[in-house]
């Protein structure tokens, strides 16, 4: 029996793409059969902490004059077009499928639409395979239909509801019909959904609810979610691709097998993959338990995830996890990048 990788990829529809910044890992990975490089600020930020003799001299060649906000997207850069060169070849056998890494905007700007299609068509100039990764606040979504429109390769991220992954699939398609209708083949849209995000999210508000749900139902919360939202993109008949992302064991891979979904797989959940060898089974159309479930959704949180009309979109940057996920990419990913290697003192407060 092959790899579970290999079965993967010559018996389902179902890809992957790696999540790491580290060099090495995204080589690696590549060999392995990852079809694309998910980066963000805080991947970007590890990697020049695990390897900065790779990134000294180019680190050393940003000017210092670069305000805050203009240095961190200079690092950014270093880290994305690097990636977006190692699959430069799959981009293009692939007709823009695959082969892409993930330009993430600034997190600061998530309620910003002008600022953040500003910044997105800045980030594509810097390749071709380069996606723009935004957060699927309101603003956000309304980016999506001008970036389709446009022809930018698309991945809403810090997407934690149903309701989010349909607004953003929704106003994709009116992008990309604008697209067509201008001549233009619409782009990749891809559609996270951080699963594993929201499991975290479901326990503590679990515990702190003082409820009935357990561990085993709380590590079915973002697989329910994103098995739902799946369901409702075949129903629809949806363009985007959903990526299962924040993945935290091989279950949230093995459980959503066989779905036409792009996984973002973490080098530790692919050492977990490649030793475990999980059954070759597909179990995208396996209901998770209807009992487990039950008990999730009276939790008012869980319901504003699991639900299509869950959340409105005036509400998705309110929602919890959504600010939670915000802060961490600010704090200990695009903060840190505004002054690395620089001799300015951060403008922040602590």
């Known amino acids: 029996m092959g790899s579970y990788f290999a079965w993967l990829a010559e018996k389902t529809p179902t890809r992957w793409w790696h999540d790491s910044a580290i060099p090495d890992e995204i080589l690696a990975a590549k060999k392995l059969g990852a ?23 180019k680190v050393a060649a940003i000017p210092q004059t670069l305000d805050f906000e ?27 499928r695959h ?3 993930l330009g993430q905007l600034n997190p600061s700007r998530a309620g910003d639409a002008d600022g953040m ?36 390769p698309i991945c809403a991220t810090i997407n934690v509801s149903v309701a989010q992954a349909l607004s953003v699939a929704e106003a994709y398609e009116k ?26 999210y479901i326990r503590d508000i679990a515990r702190d609810a003082m409820s009935d749900v357990r561990e085993e139902d709380v590590i079915l919360a973002g697989l329910a ?27 949230h891979v093995t459980e959503l097998a066989g ?36 008990r999730l959704l009276k939790l008012g949180e869980f319901r ?16 919890g996890v959504v600010q939670k996920l915000l802060s961490q990419f600010t704090e200990t990913g695009w903060a840190p990048l505004e002054v690395y290697g620089s001799d300015k003192a951060s403008s922040r407060w602590t």
């Open 70 to 96: 203009e240095r961190a997207e200079a690092l950014l850069k270093l880290v994305a077009t690097f990636a977006a060169g190692q699959f430069k070849e799959v981009f293009e056998a692939s007709g823009g």
């Open 117 to 152: 299609l500003a910044q997105a068509r800045r980030y594509h100039s810097w390749a071709p395979n380069i996606a723009i990764k935004l957060p699927a606040t309101r603003s956000g979504v309304e980016v999506v239909e001008r970036l389709a429109e446009e022809g930018i």
């Open 304 to 319: 504003k995830a699991y639900e299509p009309d869950g959340l409105k979109p005036g509400e998705y940057i309110a929602f």
């Open 99 to 101: 082969g892409l890494a």
């Open 259 to 294: 779905g036409g979904f792009t996984f973002s797989i973490h080098p530790r959940v692919q050492k977990m993959l490649l030793d475990a060898n999980p059954k070759h089974e597909e179990r995208v159309d396996v209901p998770v338990s209807q009992a487990a479930l039950e």
């Open 35 to 57: 079809l694309g490089v998910t980066t963000n600020p805080v991947l970007t930020f590890k990697s020049f902490q695990a390897v900065p003799d790779f990134w000294k001299d």
């Open 175 to 200: 992008g990309a019909k604008k697209a067509e209708a201008a001549g233009r083949r619409p782009p990749l849209c891809l559609v996270v959904q951080q699963v594993g995000r929201v499991d975290d």
């Open 225 to 251: 979610m994103a098995k739902r939202a799946y369901q409702l993109f075949r129903e629809r008949k949806y363009r985007a691709v959903i990526m299962p992302a924040g993945l935290r064991g091989t279950y």
